[in-house]
Every structure is written in structure tokens, then in C-alpha cells.
């Protein structure tokens, strides 16, 4: 029986095919700049470690800080301004409902001259065209405020961006230096997500049929993992083989290459 057993799986070892993999951080990201301005400063003491919620790439944001302080109080000066002219508003609202019924009531009098009751048209017309031109500097006065509250957000989103920061990454390069000037799309620096580990094979079409069914072996030990990424297109460099990605615990070190057999 034992004979028997030795026999299936050395003949199942020879139908086997092996695969090698380069252990890989889970995600290296590169991170571009979303803004302009020179660089002051780089932590270079970070490469190799993981990153906190402290920036390593800073970016000049004096002129940015600068006008931030001067749109805050520009904002507050023009909210201040349209609070003035609603409350002016709602009195020539009462003043204009007053003049109305006082000329409807003069107009139908007999006793008053045509110059009496035109006088009061005049008032009335007077009354009208204040309350729109009042409320036409209201209008005005809230498309500023939009317009100042859209551009003080821009302005501080350019400051976050230029403390530039990966919490729970590690520092993998850093492609600028302090003095450096970059604009938007300029590369920065790449981190990598080495919470877990990713390996990549590229499998021959037997092995990619009932590929859920099939147990992982690496290094000649078998695993509980399973390929979670399959590309169902041959690969263009290798030929007829196709793509496929198996999550693993995060090793001490990465880089390691390790053999692959799917049984």
C-alpha cells in the first residue's frame, strides 16, 4: 500500500510543472507631485523604513500660506458685507409694500393733481429699482463667496499635498533632492505596501485549467494559498503562458526567489 501510495505521487511530481518567483512587496506605488514648487527637505533617513504620519518630502508652501491668510480675510470682510445688504434688503422689502399700497390708494383719489400722483409713481419706481439693484449686489456678493471659498480650498489642498506623506509604507527610492524645482506629474519617490507579499508566475495553459482545485507548493512545502489574479490573456512576452499572482504572508526580506509547483 505504501508502495503503492510512493509510486502516485512521484508520478504526479512528474507531472508538475515548476515555476520561479521573485518575492515582491504586495504594491510599489510611485508618487507624483500634484503641485509646483522647490523642495526643502527629504528624509533620506527614511529609505528602507516604514514611513509614519510625518512628511519626507516637503515642498515650499510660503506664498500658498500667504495667500490663504489674505483670501480668509477677504471672505470674512464679504460675508460680513452680504449680511448688511440681506437685512438692507428685507427693509426696502417693507419700504417698497408701503410705497405700492400708498400709490394704489393715491392713484384712485380725484382730489390729487396728476403731478401729485406721478410724484408718488417716481417714489414708487425709485423704491423698486434700489431693492434690485441691492439685490444684484447680493448676488454678486454670494458668487464672490463661492468663488473665494473654492479657491481657499485649492489653496489648502496645495499645502497638504506639499507635505507629502505614505503612513505604513516603506521608503523605497526618492527621486528628488532639497533645491530641486518640480511641477505637477514631476516623480517623487516610490513606496511599497510590504504588508503583504506578491508572486508572480506565468503559467502554461494545462496548469491554468482547474486552477482553483490545484494546491500551491513552495520550496517543496505545500501551502493553503491560492492564485487570486489570473490574466486570461497569453502573456506577450511569454509566449502562450498567462499571469498569475499569489498573495503570501509578508516575509522578514524581500527580493527572495523561491520555486512554484502547482499539483
Do not use: C, W
Request: glycine share 2%; net charge positive.
Amino acid at each position: 500500500m505504501k508502495i503503492v501510495l510512493f509510486l502516485s505521487l512521484f508520478t504526479l511530481s512528474l507531472f508538475a510543472n515548476v515555476y520561479y518567483a521573485k518575492v515582491e512587496p504586495y504594491e510599489l506605488r510611485k508618487i507624483s507631485s500634484n503641485v509646483s514648487g522647490e523642495v526643502l527637505f527629504t528624509d533620506e533617513n527614511m529609505l528602507g523604513k516604514k514611513l509614519t504620519s510625518k512628511p519626507y518630502i516637503v515642498i515650499d508652501s510660503e506664498l500658498d500660506e500667504d495667500e490663504l491668510a489674505a483670501i480668509e480675510k477677504k471672505l470674512l470682510f464679504t460675508k460680513e458685507t452680504l449680511k448688511s445688504n440681506e437685512k438692507i434688503l428685507k427693509n426696502l422689502e417693507k419700504t417698497l409694500e408701503l410705497k405700492r399700497k400708498n400709490y394704489e390708494r393715491v392713484r384712485s383719489l380725484k382730489i390729487k393733481s396728476k403731478i401729485e400722483k406721478d410724484n408718488e409713481y417716481y417714489n414708487l419706481i425709485a423704491s423698486e429699482n434700489s431693492f434690485i439693484n441691492t439685490q444684484k449686489e447680493i448676488n454678486n456678493l454670494k458668487s464672490n463667496v463661492a468663488d473665494l471659498t473654492l479657491r481657499k480650498k485649492q489653496l489648502q489642498k496645495s499645502i497638504h499635498d506639499k507635505k507629502v506623506r505614505a503612513k505604513g509604507f516603506v521608503l523605497y527610492s526618492l527621486d528628488v533632492k532639497p533645491g530641486q524645482v518640480v511641477g505637477i506629474a514631476t516623480p517623487l519617490a516610490t513606496v511599497a505596501d510590504t504588508s503583504k507579499a506578491l508572486l508572480t508566475i506565468y503559467i502554461d495553459d494545462e496548469d491554468l485549467q482547474n486552477l482553483d482545485k490545484k494546491s500551491i507548493y513552495i520550496d517543496d512545502k505545500k501551502t493553503n494559498y491560492k492564485v487570486q489574479r489570473v490574466v486570461p490573456i497569453a502573456d506577450t512576452k511569454n509566449i502562450s503562458k498567462y499571469k498569475a499572482q499569489i498573495v503570501i504572508k509578508a516575509p522578514k526580506v524581500f527580493s527572495k526567489l523561491v520555486k512554484i509547483e502547482l499539483k
